[in-house]
Structure formats: structure tokens, C-alpha cells
């Protein structure tokens, strides 16, 4: 079975710095899907990005970028610039391409942004 | 504005009562999903559903039951036999095209049992 694993509880950076999140997953599949969710207070969960495990380039959505090392299992998402609205907890998630109708969460990881 | 409805925000049972949750969308998604979610865990799937009275059993399903007859609405009743459904509780919808991850979630509903 898949698993997702955020080892970080809880992560602080200051406003304008850049964080980095880490996630690691277990898998015996070669293709699937991997992705960043932002949950802020509202509990809305939010789409951050999308990243395919047969494209070797990374994903990158303005200031949130991923490092996807595919050998290794991992899949970080760097905050640049941060701001105070990136306050919130950041879940990962899998996909299998084959059974795209369960997403795998993560434990999360609540993110504090100080000015 | 297109998007998921989830109702009430607020929710409170007392023991032995079967609730509703209601998760209405305007979207023209096929798929919809139910999670919970509980602290310091991610998200679970209970059911899902991909066409009209059509669902599956997620990885929790115990003491959850669904129904889907229209397309827009995929209501999740919490039983008496849900023996810990304090919990928040999303729901998720996406179109069959262009999965995975284009996953649209509601705002949560908050259930308490008292």
C-alpha cells in the first residue's frame, strides 16, 4: 500500500524568506501523480500543485516550486518570497494513475509566516 | 460562482442519532468524495462516487452511508454506528476528465457528538 509521509509537524519562516517542506512517499508504482494541498484557517483545502512522476522537470507555480526526486521517494515544495497569506497546513498527496480515485494524504504541516 | 456547497458548518449529535451532511456542487463534476479529517492526521476517504446512484466504499467507510441521485448532490449520513464521528468532514468533487488532482473541495462541516 501507498503511503505519504510529512516528518515536519510544524515549520515558521519569516516574511520574504523561503521555506522548505518536506515530504516522502512510498510506492511500487512507476507512474503517478503527486501534489501540494494549502488548508488555511478557512479549511478550505487548495490545490498548490500538480506534479507527474513521468516528467523528470520540476513543477512550479510562481513562488511554489517542487523538488521531485523520483529514486528517492521525495517531493519538496519551496515557498520563495514568502508571505503572510502562506500561513496554513500543507498536506501531500498520491495518486496512483490507475486508481486516481483515492488521493493519499500526509499528516500535514502547519507553516507560521512572521512578519 | 461555480464551486462545492457544504452544509451545516456546524453540526452536533447526540449519541445513538444519525445525521446528514450535505455536499451540493455546481460544478457539472461527475466524481465526488467524502473525507475526514482529524487532528494531527490527514485526510481519509469514506466513500466516493463516480456517476449518478453509484458509489464505492473508501477506506473508512464503517458507520457511514451515501447516496447519490443527482448528478449535483452527494449527501453522507453518519450512523449510530459510527462509534467516533467527532470529526471535520470535506467534501470533494472533479470532473472524469482530467484527473487526477483536479480535486474542488467544500468548506467543511464541523460534527460534535455531545
Known amino acids: 500500500a501507498q503511503t505519504v509521509t510529512q516528518s515536519q509537524p510544524e515549520m515558521s519562516v519569516q516574511e520574504a524568506e523561503t521555506v522548505t517542506l518536506s515530504c516522502t512517499y512510498d510506492?511500487?508504482?512507476?507512474?503517478?501523480?503527486l501534489f501540494w494541498y494549502k488548508q488555511p484557517p478557512s479549511r478550505q483545502m487548495i490545490l498548490v500543485i500538480r506534479?507527474?512522476?513521468?516528467?523528470?522537470q520540476n513543477a512550479t507555480e510562481n513562488r511554489f516550486s517542487v523538488n521531485f526526486q523520483k529514486a528517492a521517494k521525495s517531493f519538496s515544495l519551496k515557498i520563495s518570497d514568502s508571505q503572510l497569506g502562506d500561513a496554513a497546513m500543507y498536506f501531500c498527496?498520491?495518486?496512483?494513475?490507475?486508481?486516481?480515485?483515492?488521493?493519499?494524504f500526509g499528516t500535514g504541516t502547519r507553516l507560521q509566516v512572521f512578519p | 460562482d461555480g464551486g462545492i456547497t457544504q452544509s451545516p458548518k456546524y453540526l452536533f449529535r447526540k449519541e445513538g442519532q444519525n445525521v446528514t451532511l450535505s455536499c451540493e456542487q455546481n460544478?457539472?463534476?461527475?466524481?465526488m468524495y467524502w473525507y475526514r479529517q482529524d487532528p494531527g492526521q490527514g485526510l481519509r476517504l469514506i466513500y466516493y462516487?463516480?456517476?449518478?446512484?453509484?458509489?464505492q466504499k473508501g477506506d473508512i467507510a464503517e458507520g457511514y452511508s451515501v447516496s447519490r441521485e443527482k448528478k449535483e448532490s452527494f449527501p453522507l449520513t453518519v450512523t449510530s454506528a459510527q462509534k467516533n464521528p467527532t470529526a471535520f468532514y470535506l467534501c470533494?468533487?472533479?470532473?472524469?476528465?482530467?484527473?487526477?488532482?483536479?480535486?474542488?473541495f467544500g468548506s467543511g462541516t464541523r460534527l460534535t457528538v455531545v
Open positions: 498527496a498520491y495518486s496512483s494513475l490507475g486508481d486516481t480515485d483515492k488521493l493519499i
Open positions: 510506492t511500487s508504482e512507476s507512474d503517478y501523480y
Open positions: 506534479q507527474e512522476a513521468y516528467k523528470q
Open positions: 460544478l457539472n463534476h461527475d466524481a
Open positions: 470533494a468533487s472533479t470532473p472524469l476528465a482530467g484527473r487526477p488532482g483536479g480535486y474542488t
Open positions: 462516487s463516480q456517476i449518478v446512484n453509484d458509489f
